[in-house]
């Protein structure tokens, strides 16, 4: 079975031989959600109000997918780093203490969940008529708490061990099950919203199958679920987990936070389709920032494992080459967004009301798109050479201390009505991501530097 081999041979080629499995996988994955929603805008006269609805439960989603990558995103570097060192035990029992933790905290998500949907999708601003498609929708997709985030939280596991091409499989099997069981359940079984939910659900599970097979059978280091007796010794790998998971976690649950945010101002000043045109737009930046996901999560276990390994020479490089392909692809598609986004709104609604007041919002929200490239690298590096302080402070800036007060302040104190909603999303972009990229130069560059003297030395 072909493995990468991070300590070896190009940077280029090792970067993209991790990246480019890993986009496919992304973009499958991505399929999971962004077919539901391709579907569901298409369901006869409920269309655009199903749509949503289902944007109103995204945020949720969002929040169980972030406690995944909590202990998967979190543990997988510190892995890497520990494979780095060719200190093979200590990295066993990092995956099994992220795997143990992702089944218990699944379970406890499913409980409260089920408990509190309906006065949660209240509060994040459903009204009676999406209330009734949102709901039905949520309560199915809990059901599968457990395995979205076994397939989700253990994928980067097998990525960091070097099995990309496996890594892609186990994200392929679920999205091309979710693809052929959509329609049917949806339309052929005249199921509607549940249909979809019950698709995605059923999907899910091949890939946590998939995944869970791979790393207890097959994979270098195998996975296996630790007793409380074994977790209560692992304490201290799981607040490095935590807290170097914390970053991305943060990031997904703010994201989340906004979300809520957005459509609480938007329900009040744009009423239910505006609910839906930030539904389309979430949905195409989920489909444009994929690629991006895959190059800065293919170069993360490089950058970490050659950290461990101390070869500062290789860890910059991969830094470079990064950025690089990450600011190529998104002046490519940023064109896209401001010459043709009719296109992109098509792909989710045939609605004309709904696009014609899709299109406006997409290009004020879009429009400093290329400047999010900062923050996602310096992200990217923070959590690749475990810096959980920085990690976790850029995680909080942009979402919380920019985004959020934004969102109120423009459409109310500033009176731009729903435009203002839109704007909040490129200025937190240029303010947010240019204090992150050049905080990480300033901290990092000198590191490196001091760790490649004394590695001549």
Not at 242 to 260: D, E, H, K, P, R
Not at 400 to 425: A, C, K, R, S
Request: charged fraction near 10%; include cysteine.
């Amino acid at each position: 079975m072909k493995r990468i081999d991070f300590e070896n041979g190009s940077i280029t080629t090792n970067i993209l031989s991790a990246a480019l499995p890993m986009l496919v996988a992304q973009l499958l994955s991505l399929l999971y959600n962004i077919v539901d929603r391709i579907y569901i805008a298409r369901i006869p006269e409920v269309g655009t109000t199903a749509l949503g609805a289902v944007g109103l439960c995204f945020p949720i989603i969002v929040i169980i997918m972030a406690f995944s990558n909590l202990f998967g995103t979190g543990g997988a570097p510190i892995f890497s780093i520990n494979r780095g060192k060719k200190d093979y035990e200590k990295a066993n029992t990092i995956m099994n203490t992220s795997f143990t933790m992702i089944c218990y905290t699944a379970f406890f998500l499913m409980i409260a969940g089920m408990i509190l949907a309906r006065p949660i999708l209240l509060l994040f601003g459903a009204s009676t008529v999406s209330l009734i498609y949102a709901w039905p929708y949520l309560m199915i997709y809990l059901i599968g708490t457990l395995p979205s985030m076994i397939a989700t939280g253990m994928n980067p596991f097998i990525n960091a061990q070097g099995y990309a091409i496996m890594g892609m499989f186990s994200v392929m099997i679920g999205a091309l099950c979710n693809i052929v069981l959509d329609p049917i359940f949806i339309f052929a079984f005249s199921l509607g919203i549940k249909g979809a939910a019950i698709a995605t659900v059923i999907s899910q599970t091949f890939s946590a199958v998939f995944v869970f097979f791979f790393l207890k059978k097959k994979a270098e280091l195998k996975v296996h679920f630790l007793t409380i007796k074994q977790l209560k010794t692992c304490i201290p790998l799981i607040k490095d987990i935590v807290s170097l998971g914390s970053a991305g976690f943060i990031m997904q649950v703010t994201n989340s936070l906004v979300t809520i945010c957005c459509n609480s101002v938007l329900s009040i000043i744009g009423g239910d389709i505006y609910i839906s045109v930030m539904t389309i737009i979430s949905s195409i930046r989920q489909m444009l920032e994929t690629p991006i996901y895959a190059i800065n999560d293919g170069s993360s276990p490089i950058i970490s494992y050659n950290y461990g390994a101390r070869r500062p020479s290789r860890v910059r490089k991969a830094g470079i080459i990064m950025t690089c392909l990450v600011f190529i692809y998104t002046g490519f598609v940023w064109s896209i967004i401001i010459l043709k986004p009719k296109i992109l709104i098509g792909i989710f609604s045939s609605d004309q009301a709904l696009i014609k007041d899709a299109i406006p919002a997409l290009k004020i929200y879009f429009s400093a798109f290329i400047f999010m490239d900062l923050q996602y690298i310096g992200q990217t590096i923070f959590k690749s050479l475990n810096k959980k302080k920085q990690a976790i402070f850029f995680s909080f800036l942009r979402k919380v201390f920019i985004i959020i007060p934004l969102t109120y302040l423009l459409p109310f104190t500033f009176h731009m009505g729903t435009q203002g909603v839109f704007l909040t999303e490129p200025v937190s972009n240029i303010i947010g991501g240019s204090l992150c990229f050049g905080t990480m130069l300033c901290l990092i560059l000198p590191e490196l530097s001091k760790m490649q003297q004394t590695s001549d030395n």
